[in-house]
């Protein structure tokens, strides 16, 4: 079983910076890769911006240019630099872990509890 720490939500105003940052632990052999989602009531989970273990990420288009996936793998940390931040990027941001078991070698998935990020002013 994997735990998941986030860090880092809060209110900043429009046009301001804020980095997430989400700590793996647990019966974890590797990671394969770290992403960051995020939800607003009534709609779906949608994929922020993902980072494979190679290094390659991947980012949604709304958020291309703005922000910054990166990882440290030896602290199994995640972290989303948020930058340029918009109204419409309010929400709670879930990090995400797909990582091979320790005990069995599966290949399995873990969610953090989600942190809320408000751009307001």
């Known amino acids: 079983q994997v735990q998941l720490v986030e860090s880092g939500g809060g209110l900043v105003q429009p046009g301001g910076s804020l980095g997430l940052s989400c700590a793996a632990s647990g019966t974890i052999r590797s990671i394969d890769h770290m992403g960051w989602y995020r939800q607003t009531p009534g709609k779906q989970r949608e994929l922020v911006a993902i980072i494979v273990s190679g290094g390659s990420t991947n980012y949604a288009d709304s958020v291309k240019g703005r922000f910054t996936i990166a990882r440290d793998n030896a602290k199994n940390t995640v972290y989303l630099q948020m930058n340029s931040l918009k109204p419409e990027d309010t929400a709670v941001y879930y990090c995400?872990?797909?990582?091979?078991?320790?005990?069995?070698?599966?290949?399995?998935?873990?969610w953090g509890q989600g942190t809320l990020v408000t751009v307001s002013s």
């Open positions: 995400n872990v797909r990582y091979i078991s320790i005990y069995d070698g599966r290949v399995l998935e873990g």
